[in-house]
Protein backbone atom coordinates (compact mmCIF):
# COMPACT_ATOMS: atom_id res chain seq x y z
CA UNK A 1 0.00 0.00 0.00
CA UNK A 2 1.59 3.47 -1.12
CA UNK A 3 2.36 5.56 2.31
CA UNK A 4 0.12 8.19 1.01
CA UNK A 5 -2.82 6.18 1.59
CA UNK A 6 -1.21 4.61 4.67
CA UNK A 7 -1.09 8.38 6.50
CA UNK A 8 -4.02 9.30 4.92
CA UNK A 9 -5.88 5.79 6.45
CA UNK A 10 -4.23 6.88 9.84
CA UNK A 11 -5.56 10.58 9.30
CA UNK A 12 -8.57 9.73 8.54
CA UNK A 13 -9.11 7.10 11.25
CA UNK A 14 -7.48 9.49 14.22
CA UNK A 15 -10.10 11.81 13.84
CA UNK A 16 -12.98 10.24 13.42
CA UNK A 17 -11.39 8.24 16.48
CA UNK A 18 -11.60 11.55 18.42
CA UNK A 19 -14.88 12.64 16.81
CA UNK A 20 -16.74 9.54 17.93
CA UNK A 21 -15.29 8.77 20.98
CA UNK A 22 -15.59 11.99 23.16
CA UNK A 23 -19.42 12.05 21.59
CA UNK A 24 -19.86 8.63 23.02
CA UNK A 25 -19.46 9.07 26.51
CA UNK A 26 -22.13 11.78 26.82
CA UNK A 27 -24.25 9.43 29.00
CA UNK A 28 -21.94 9.88 31.51
CA UNK A 29 -22.60 13.35 31.85
CA UNK A 30 -26.15 13.16 32.31
CA UNK A 31 -26.56 12.03 35.80
CA UNK A 32 -24.31 15.07 37.34
CA UNK A 33 -25.78 17.79 35.31
CA UNK A 34 -29.11 17.01 35.28
CA UNK A 35 -28.33 17.10 39.26
CA UNK A 36 -26.29 19.98 39.02
CA UNK A 37 -28.97 22.32 37.35
CA UNK A 38 -32.34 20.28 38.42
CA UNK A 39 -33.57 18.87 34.35
CA UNK A 40 -35.09 16.37 33.70
CA UNK A 41 -33.83 13.82 31.45
CA UNK A 42 -35.74 14.75 28.92
CA UNK A 43 -33.91 18.19 28.70
CA UNK A 44 -30.63 16.56 28.87
CA UNK A 45 -32.15 13.69 26.28
CA UNK A 46 -33.86 16.60 23.71
CA UNK A 47 -30.91 18.38 23.27
CA UNK A 48 -28.31 15.05 22.39
CA UNK A 49 -31.29 14.37 20.25
CA UNK A 50 -30.83 17.75 18.32
CA UNK A 51 -27.37 17.35 18.46
CA UNK A 52 -27.99 14.23 16.37
CA UNK A 53 -30.67 16.22 14.34
CA UNK A 54 -28.81 18.88 13.08
CA UNK A 55 -25.80 16.30 12.71
CA UNK A 56 -27.56 14.69 10.05
CA UNK A 57 -29.39 18.08 8.23
CA UNK A 58 -25.81 19.61 8.09
CA UNK A 59 -24.06 16.33 6.85
CA UNK A 60 -25.33 16.41 2.98
CA UNK A 61 -24.01 20.01 3.35
CA UNK A 62 -20.80 19.13 4.44
CA UNK A 63 -20.11 16.13 2.48
CA UNK A 64 -21.51 18.49 -0.68
CA UNK A 65 -18.72 21.19 0.13
CA UNK A 66 -15.91 18.48 0.38
CA UNK A 67 -16.93 17.03 -2.58
CA UNK A 68 -16.65 20.17 -4.14
CA UNK A 69 -13.65 22.15 -2.50
CA UNK A 70 -12.43 19.22 -1.02
CA UNK A 71 -11.54 18.40 3.02
CA UNK A 72 -9.72 20.71 4.41
CA UNK A 73 -11.75 23.65 5.15
CA UNK A 74 -14.81 21.59 6.09
CA UNK A 75 -12.26 19.56 8.71
CA UNK A 76 -11.01 22.79 10.29
CA UNK A 77 -14.60 24.67 11.05
CA UNK A 78 -15.86 21.01 12.32
CA UNK A 79 -12.55 20.79 14.61
CA UNK A 80 -13.14 24.06 15.82
CA UNK A 81 -16.77 23.90 16.43
CA UNK A 82 -16.21 20.71 18.49
CA UNK A 83 -13.99 22.47 20.83
CA UNK A 84 -16.60 25.59 20.99
CA UNK A 85 -19.53 23.64 21.73
CA UNK A 86 -17.61 21.55 24.47
CA UNK A 87 -16.52 24.86 26.28
CA UNK A 88 -19.69 26.78 25.91
CA UNK A 89 -21.71 23.52 27.34
CA UNK A 90 -19.47 24.57 30.67
CA UNK A 91 -21.67 27.25 30.83
CA UNK A 92 -24.92 26.03 29.56
CA UNK A 93 -27.38 26.58 32.37
CA UNK A 94 -30.56 26.43 30.76
CA UNK A 95 -31.78 23.37 28.52
CA UNK A 96 -32.02 26.03 25.82
CA UNK A 97 -28.61 27.21 25.96
CA UNK A 98 -27.51 23.29 26.35
CA UNK A 99 -29.60 22.53 23.35
CA UNK A 100 -27.31 25.03 21.34
CA UNK A 101 -23.96 23.75 22.94
CA UNK A 102 -24.50 20.59 23.28
CA UNK A 103 -26.93 20.01 20.06
CA UNK A 104 -26.79 22.73 17.52
CA UNK A 105 -23.16 23.40 17.64
CA UNK A 106 -21.74 19.80 18.40
CA UNK A 107 -24.08 19.01 15.76
CA UNK A 108 -22.74 21.24 13.15
CA UNK A 109 -18.94 20.10 14.21
CA UNK A 110 -19.81 16.33 14.18
CA UNK A 111 -20.83 16.83 9.93
CA UNK A 112 -18.04 18.33 9.65
CA UNK A 113 -15.04 15.72 11.14
CA UNK A 114 -17.21 12.25 10.85
CA UNK A 115 -17.93 9.60 8.34
CA UNK A 116 -19.24 11.35 5.26
CA UNK A 117 -16.51 13.89 4.89
CA UNK A 118 -13.76 10.92 5.49
CA UNK A 119 -15.17 8.41 3.08
CA UNK A 120 -15.40 10.92 0.50
CA UNK A 121 -12.08 11.46 0.74
CA UNK A 122 -11.56 7.67 0.55
CA UNK A 123 -13.77 6.97 -1.83
CA UNK A 124 -11.86 9.20 -4.56
CA UNK A 125 -8.56 7.94 -3.25
CA UNK A 126 -8.69 4.63 -2.87
CA UNK A 127 -9.21 1.27 -5.89
CA UNK A 128 -12.95 0.38 -6.03
CA UNK A 129 -11.55 -3.30 -4.70
CA UNK A 130 -9.99 -1.97 -1.45
CA UNK A 131 -12.90 0.36 -0.86
CA UNK A 132 -14.96 -1.43 1.48
CA UNK A 133 -11.92 -2.33 3.33
CA UNK A 134 -10.81 1.17 3.98
CA UNK A 135 -14.35 2.08 5.21
CA UNK A 136 -14.08 -0.68 7.32
CA UNK A 137 -10.74 0.13 8.61
CA UNK A 138 -11.68 4.23 9.35
CA UNK A 139 -14.79 2.99 11.18
CA UNK A 140 -13.09 0.70 13.48
CA UNK A 141 -11.03 3.69 14.05
CA UNK A 142 -14.71 5.30 15.64
CA UNK A 143 -14.76 2.42 17.03
CA UNK A 144 -11.24 2.40 18.89
CA UNK A 145 -12.30 6.01 19.83
CA UNK A 146 -15.19 4.90 21.60
CA UNK A 147 -12.93 1.61 23.62
CA UNK A 148 -10.62 4.41 24.17
CA UNK A 149 -12.57 7.54 25.32
CA UNK A 150 -15.15 6.10 26.82
CA UNK A 151 -13.70 5.35 30.57
CA UNK A 152 -11.15 8.13 29.89
CA UNK A 153 -14.47 9.94 30.01
CA UNK A 154 -15.77 8.21 33.02
CA UNK A 155 -12.58 8.98 34.86
CA UNK A 156 -12.34 12.67 34.28
CA UNK A 157 -16.25 12.97 35.38
CA UNK A 158 -15.21 10.87 38.94
CA UNK A 159 -11.62 12.64 39.61
CA UNK A 160 -12.01 16.10 38.66
CA UNK A 161 -15.61 16.47 37.96
CA UNK A 162 -18.08 17.20 35.01
CA UNK A 163 -17.13 20.53 34.01
CA UNK A 164 -13.66 20.81 34.54
CA UNK A 165 -13.84 16.75 32.75
CA UNK A 166 -15.41 19.02 29.37
CA UNK A 167 -12.03 21.47 29.46
CA UNK A 168 -9.78 18.56 28.71
CA UNK A 169 -12.16 17.07 26.35
CA UNK A 170 -12.61 20.26 24.21
CA UNK A 171 -8.51 20.38 24.20
CA UNK A 172 -8.63 16.99 22.78
CA UNK A 173 -10.57 17.71 19.80
CA UNK A 174 -8.63 20.77 18.69
CA UNK A 175 -5.51 17.61 17.92
CA UNK A 176 -8.64 17.21 14.90
CA UNK A 177 -6.74 20.67 13.22
CA UNK A 178 -3.50 19.09 12.77
CA UNK A 179 -5.01 15.60 11.78
CA UNK A 180 -7.24 17.77 9.10
CA UNK A 181 -4.31 19.31 7.59
CA UNK A 182 -1.97 15.87 7.35
CA UNK A 183 -5.05 14.23 6.27
CA UNK A 184 -5.44 16.92 3.14
CA UNK A 185 -1.93 16.96 1.98
CA UNK A 186 -2.03 13.15 1.56
CA UNK A 187 -5.27 13.24 -0.08
CA UNK A 188 -3.75 15.40 -3.00
CA UNK A 189 -0.98 13.75 -3.20
CA UNK A 190 -2.56 10.55 -4.47
CA UNK A 191 -4.36 9.90 -7.86
CA UNK A 192 -8.28 10.53 -7.99
CA UNK A 193 -10.71 8.05 -8.83
CA UNK A 194 -13.48 10.71 -9.88
CA UNK A 195 -13.51 14.43 -10.55
CA UNK A 196 -14.59 17.39 -8.00
CA UNK A 197 -18.51 18.24 -7.72
CA UNK A 198 -18.53 20.60 -11.13
CA UNK A 199 -22.05 22.01 -10.72
CA UNK A 200 -21.87 26.11 -10.88
CA UNK A 201 -24.74 25.91 -7.59
CA UNK A 202 -23.86 24.02 -4.86
CA UNK A 203 -27.87 23.67 -3.54
CA UNK A 204 -29.12 23.31 -6.75
CA UNK A 205 -26.24 20.50 -7.36
CA UNK A 206 -27.14 18.86 -4.30
CA UNK A 207 -30.76 18.46 -5.23
CA UNK A 208 -29.95 17.60 -8.49
CA UNK A 209 -28.21 14.29 -7.82
CA UNK A 210 -30.46 13.48 -4.43
CA UNK A 211 -33.88 13.94 -6.94
CA UNK A 212 -32.14 11.32 -9.19
CA UNK A 213 -30.90 8.78 -6.56
CA UNK A 214 -34.46 8.98 -4.67
CA UNK A 215 -35.58 7.69 -7.67
CA UNK A 216 -33.92 4.35 -7.07
CA UNK A 217 -35.96 2.29 -4.62
CA UNK A 218 -32.83 0.58 -3.41
CA UNK A 219 -31.59 4.16 -2.28
CA UNK A 220 -35.09 4.71 -0.66
CA UNK A 221 -34.85 1.37 1.24
CA UNK A 222 -31.34 1.59 2.22
CA UNK A 223 -32.37 5.05 4.05
CA UNK A 224 -35.33 3.09 5.85
CA UNK A 225 -32.83 0.90 7.50
CA UNK A 226 -30.32 3.78 8.17
CA UNK A 227 -33.03 5.54 10.36
CA UNK A 228 -33.32 2.23 12.07
CA UNK A 229 -29.57 2.12 12.66
CA UNK A 230 -29.61 5.69 14.35
CA UNK A 231 -32.44 4.71 16.45
CA UNK A 232 -30.94 1.74 18.17
CA UNK A 233 -26.99 2.81 18.54
CA UNK A 234 -28.02 6.19 20.06
CA UNK A 235 -30.75 4.92 22.12
CA UNK A 236 -28.96 2.30 23.72
CA UNK A 237 -25.72 4.42 24.05
CA UNK A 238 -26.89 7.37 26.23
CA UNK A 239 -29.57 5.63 27.93
CA UNK A 240 -27.76 2.76 28.85
CA UNK A 241 -26.09 3.46 31.84
CA UNK A 242 -28.85 5.26 33.08
CA UNK A 243 -31.15 1.94 32.65
CA UNK A 244 -28.76 0.24 34.48
CA UNK A 245 -27.88 2.73 37.16
CA UNK A 246 -32.26 2.25 37.58
CA UNK A 247 -31.72 -1.52 38.31
CA UNK A 248 -28.96 -1.11 40.97
CA UNK A 249 -26.03 -1.16 38.53
CA UNK A 250 -22.86 1.21 39.34
CA UNK A 251 -21.02 3.47 37.02
CA UNK A 252 -18.51 0.71 36.41
CA UNK A 253 -20.83 -1.50 34.94
CA UNK A 254 -22.14 0.54 32.50
CA UNK A 255 -17.95 2.38 32.16
CA UNK A 256 -17.14 -1.15 31.23
CA UNK A 257 -20.25 -1.77 28.94
CA UNK A 258 -19.62 1.15 26.62
CA UNK A 259 -16.37 0.07 26.21
CA UNK A 260 -16.74 -3.29 25.22
CA UNK A 261 -19.17 -1.75 22.94
CA UNK A 262 -16.56 0.17 21.35
CA UNK A 263 -14.25 -2.55 21.50
CA UNK A 264 -16.11 -5.07 19.71
CA UNK A 265 -16.72 -2.70 17.20
CA UNK A 266 -13.52 -2.26 16.08
CA UNK A 267 -13.79 -6.33 15.16
CA UNK A 268 -17.34 -5.96 13.49
CA UNK A 269 -16.71 -2.60 11.57
CA UNK A 270 -13.37 -4.28 9.66
CA UNK A 271 -14.95 -7.87 9.40
CA UNK A 272 -18.15 -6.95 7.81
CA UNK A 273 -15.75 -4.11 6.06
CA UNK A 274 -13.74 -7.13 4.55
CA UNK A 275 -17.00 -9.57 4.01
CA UNK A 276 -18.47 -6.18 2.41
CA UNK A 277 -15.28 -6.11 -0.34
CA UNK A 278 -15.88 -10.05 -0.82
CA UNK A 279 -19.78 -10.62 -0.97
CA UNK A 280 -23.35 -8.71 -1.34
CA UNK A 281 -23.72 -6.07 0.88
CA UNK A 282 -27.55 -5.72 1.39
CA UNK A 283 -27.73 -9.35 3.15
CA UNK A 284 -24.68 -8.77 5.40
CA UNK A 285 -26.86 -5.52 6.38
CA UNK A 286 -29.75 -7.50 6.92
CA UNK A 287 -28.34 -9.70 9.09
CA UNK A 288 -26.91 -6.97 11.30
CA UNK A 289 -30.30 -5.60 12.00
CA UNK A 290 -31.91 -8.97 12.40
CA UNK A 291 -29.05 -9.77 14.95
CA UNK A 292 -29.52 -6.57 17.01
CA UNK A 293 -33.23 -7.07 17.49
CA UNK A 294 -32.62 -11.06 18.74
CA UNK A 295 -29.92 -9.41 20.92
CA UNK A 296 -31.85 -6.64 22.71
CA UNK A 297 -34.78 -9.42 23.00
CA UNK A 298 -32.21 -12.07 24.96
CA UNK A 299 -30.67 -9.14 26.73
CA UNK A 300 -34.49 -8.01 28.26
CA UNK A 301 -35.83 -11.48 28.60
CA UNK A 302 -32.90 -12.89 30.47
CA UNK A 303 -32.13 -11.88 34.06
CA UNK A 304 -29.94 -8.52 34.37
CA UNK A 305 -27.13 -9.16 35.91
CA UNK A 306 -23.20 -7.66 35.36
CA UNK A 307 -22.70 -10.81 32.69
CA UNK A 308 -25.36 -10.68 31.19
CA UNK A 309 -25.03 -6.59 30.43
CA UNK A 310 -21.00 -7.09 29.60
CA UNK A 311 -21.94 -10.03 26.90
CA UNK A 312 -25.21 -7.80 25.44
CA UNK A 313 -22.39 -5.13 24.97
CA UNK A 314 -19.86 -7.21 23.22
CA UNK A 315 -22.53 -8.43 21.07
CA UNK A 316 -24.36 -5.19 20.31
CA UNK A 317 -20.74 -3.91 20.11
CA UNK A 318 -20.00 -6.57 17.25
CA UNK A 319 -23.20 -4.81 15.10
CA UNK A 320 -22.80 -1.42 15.86
CA UNK A 321 -21.02 0.58 13.09
CA UNK A 322 -20.81 -2.84 11.00
CA UNK A 323 -23.76 -1.21 8.82
CA UNK A 324 -21.19 2.23 7.65
CA UNK A 325 -18.56 0.33 5.58
CA UNK A 326 -21.51 -1.56 4.03
CA UNK A 327 -24.44 1.08 3.87
CA UNK A 328 -21.63 3.40 2.24
CA UNK A 329 -19.87 1.05 0.35
CA UNK A 330 -23.70 -0.02 -1.15
CA UNK A 331 -23.81 4.07 -2.49
CA UNK A 332 -20.82 3.94 -4.02
CA UNK A 333 -21.33 0.81 -6.03
CA UNK A 334 -24.73 2.37 -6.79
CA UNK A 335 -24.00 5.64 -7.78
CA UNK A 336 -20.31 6.09 -7.87
CA UNK A 337 -18.10 8.22 -5.78
CA UNK A 338 -18.03 11.98 -7.51
CA UNK A 339 -21.29 12.52 -5.49
CA UNK A 340 -20.11 9.93 -2.52
CA UNK A 341 -20.06 12.90 0.74
CA UNK A 342 -23.25 13.97 -0.36
CA UNK A 343 -25.20 10.94 -0.93
CA UNK A 344 -23.51 9.53 2.02
CA UNK A 345 -24.70 12.48 3.73
CA UNK A 346 -27.90 12.43 2.54
CA UNK A 347 -28.64 8.66 3.63
CA UNK A 348 -27.13 9.75 7.26
CA UNK A 349 -29.77 12.43 7.51
CA UNK A 350 -31.82 9.53 7.87
CA UNK A 351 -29.65 7.59 10.01
CA UNK A 352 -30.08 11.31 12.56
CA UNK A 353 -33.62 11.55 13.06
CA UNK A 354 -33.55 7.83 14.01
CA UNK A 355 -31.06 8.73 16.38
CA UNK A 356 -33.33 11.94 17.80
CA UNK A 357 -36.34 9.84 17.87
CA UNK A 358 -34.51 7.09 19.42
CA UNK A 359 -32.62 9.20 22.33
CA UNK A 360 -35.61 12.00 22.57
CA UNK A 361 -38.26 9.20 22.87
CA UNK A 362 -36.06 7.09 25.63
CA UNK A 363 -36.09 10.31 27.51
CA UNK A 364 -39.78 11.07 26.83
CA UNK A 365 -41.50 7.50 27.79
CA UNK A 366 -39.07 7.36 30.75
CA UNK A 367 -40.45 10.54 32.36
CA UNK A 368 -44.09 9.14 31.78
CA UNK A 369 -43.96 5.90 32.29
CA UNK A 370 -40.53 5.30 34.92
CA UNK A 371 -38.88 2.84 32.53
CA UNK A 372 -37.58 2.43 29.37
CA UNK A 373 -39.63 -0.77 27.86
CA UNK A 374 -41.46 0.65 25.31
CA UNK A 375 -38.57 2.27 23.98
CA UNK A 376 -36.58 -1.46 23.63
CA UNK A 377 -39.93 -2.53 22.22
CA UNK A 378 -39.16 -0.21 19.40
CA UNK A 379 -35.99 -1.02 18.91
CA UNK A 380 -36.56 -4.87 18.45
CA UNK A 381 -39.69 -4.44 16.17
CA UNK A 382 -37.57 -1.84 13.67
CA UNK A 383 -35.00 -4.10 13.86
CA UNK A 384 -36.60 -6.37 12.01
CA UNK A 385 -37.73 -3.95 9.56
CA UNK A 386 -34.73 -2.59 8.82
CA UNK A 387 -33.45 -6.52 7.86
CA UNK A 388 -36.82 -6.99 5.45
CA UNK A 389 -35.93 -3.34 4.01
CA UNK A 390 -32.42 -4.20 3.15
CA UNK A 391 -32.92 -7.59 1.42
CA UNK A 392 -34.32 -6.53 -2.15
CA UNK A 393 -31.62 -4.16 -2.64
CA UNK A 394 -29.83 -4.84 -5.67
CA UNK A 395 -25.94 -3.51 -5.47
CA UNK A 396 -25.29 -2.54 -8.84
CA UNK A 397 -24.24 0.98 -10.75
CA UNK A 398 -27.47 2.60 -11.40
CA UNK A 399 -26.62 3.35 -15.56
CA UNK A 400 -30.54 5.34 -15.32
CA UNK A 401 -28.55 7.64 -12.28
CA UNK A 402 -25.89 8.41 -14.07
CA UNK A 403 -27.72 9.40 -17.62
CA UNK A 404 -30.17 11.62 -15.53
CA UNK A 405 -27.02 12.76 -13.58
CA UNK A 406 -25.46 13.88 -16.20
CA UNK A 407 -28.33 16.08 -17.49
Known amino acids: MDR ?55 QPFAGALADRHGPGKVLLGGGLLYALGLLLMTVSASPVMFSLSAGVLLGLALSGTTYSVIFGVLGRTVPAAYRSRAMGLTAAAGSFGQFAMVPIERSLIDGLGWLPALLVLGACALLMLPLGRSLTRQAAALPQTAQPHSHPHLLQGMLHTFSRAWTEPGFRLLMAGYFVCGFQVVFIGVHLPAYLRDHGMGGNVASMALALIGLFNIFGTFLFGEAGSRFAKPPLLAGIYLARSIAIGLFLLLP ?36 LGMLSGAVFFSHQVGSFLGVWLGGKLYDLNGNYNIVWGIAIVLGVMAALANLPIRERASAAFAERAAT
Open 304 to 339: LSVPSVLIFASVMGFLWLSTVPLTNGVIASQFGVQH
Open 4 to 58: SLQRLLLAGGLIVSLAMGVRHGFGFFMPPMTSAFGWTRESFAFALGMQNLVWGLA
